[in-house]
């Protein structure tokens, strides 16, 4: 007498099936008193994004608003850029990010009047292992900025700079939805628009998913050598197929905007009259005019 086969194989955990978390329902947001977040992001590294989270929010509290630039690159280089020293970092967003530490306790002022910074640590780089099976894992960043202009001591921010970091992460994904909207910085170069496409889709993806009043604030073009024919084809083609959403104004390789991370100081400290700092503060009033047009219509 032969046994007779089982008519279904037994489940080992070699066959079973990965479990998928979905998200959870994102907090409620309001509007009153909330400040407007933009989230700094391309996943390619080196085209300017903390350079530009650093010295747009410079710039910005030089025209009169309150900003706080929220850290979430690992590396920490929009903190050191800033003057914030790493034993000044007692609390990172590391500490928000993983539910230690309330987004307000993290926040520190840096010697620009106007401008603070919540600094991140290299701890950043693991938060994916700890909250990646949460289901509000995608709202971190969003439930800690929900409240940061209440309660002791008073802040009025008006504007939240988020740095991403060089990927497109779950880092990066808790910067878009919390965001208002993205801003865009693209490098000059060959592989700008290859890199742009996949951005896009990224954001589309969050809007439908997570975030669905998402936007594209705009694409701020750096590192610009006008004597360079590349740099010039890029600018074309950039303009050709995003239109109206490439800001006017582009930021221009500079020596002095490469020095001034060097010395802790924004480049609108370091050098006021470099072009580097001029185009910063012509960027920063173009988002402005930008803001009021979104309000009025």
Do not use: W
């Not at 967003?93 to 993983?98: A, E, L, Q, R, S």
């Not at 990646?132 to 995608?138: E, F, M, N, S, V």
């Not at 960043?141 to 740095?163: E, H, M, Q, S, W």
Request: hydrophobic share 40%; glycine share 8%; with cysteine.
């Amino acid at each position: 007498m032969t046994d007779t086969p089982p008519t279904t194989p037994p489940t080992t955990p070699e066959s079973a099936e990965p479990q998928v978390i979905a998200f959870g329902r994102p907090p409620v947001r309001t509007d009153a008193g909330r400040p407007r977040v933009l989230a700094i992001a391309n996943q390619k590294g080196g085209v300017g994004k903390t350079t530009t989270a650093i010295n747009l929010g410079t710039a910005l509290a030089a025209i009169g608003e309150h900003v706080l630039i929220v850290d979430l690159d690992p590396q920490g280089n929009a903190s050191t850029g800033l003057g914030i020293e790493r034993k000044a970092r007692r609390t990172s967003t590391y500490d928000v990010m993983i539910g230690q530490a309330p987004m307000r306790d993290a926040v520190i002022p840096t010697a620009v009047p106007q401008l603070h910074i919540a600094p991140s640590t290299m701890d950043l780089s693991g938060l994916e292992l700890e909250i990646g099976q949460q289901k509000d894992r995608a709202y971190r960043l969003r439930t800690a900025l929900g409240d940061i202009n209440k309660g002791t001591p008073a802040f009025d921010f008006t504007y939240v700079l988020v740095d991403c970091p060089p990927s497109l992460n779950l880092i990066t994904v808790n910067a878009m939805a919390a965001a208002d909207s993205i801003l865009v910085p693209l490098q000059c170069e060959f592989f700008a628009l290859e890199g742009l496409s996949q951005l896009l889709k990224t954001v589309e993806e969050v809007k439908k998913t997570l975030n669905p009043t998402l936007s594209i604030h705009g694409i701020v073009l750096t590192m610009y050598d006008s004597r360079n024919n590349l740099s010039n084809q890029v600018v074309a083609d950039v303009r050709q197929f995003m239109g109206r959403k490439v800001y006017d104004t582009v930021i221009p390789r500079n020596v002095r905007i490469s020095e001034a991370p060097s010395y802790g100081k924004p480049v609108l400290v370091y050098d006021l009259k470099c072009v580097g700092s001029e185009a910063y503060l012509r960027l920063a009033t173009e988002i402005i005019q930008r803001e009021k047009e979104l309000k009025a219509g």
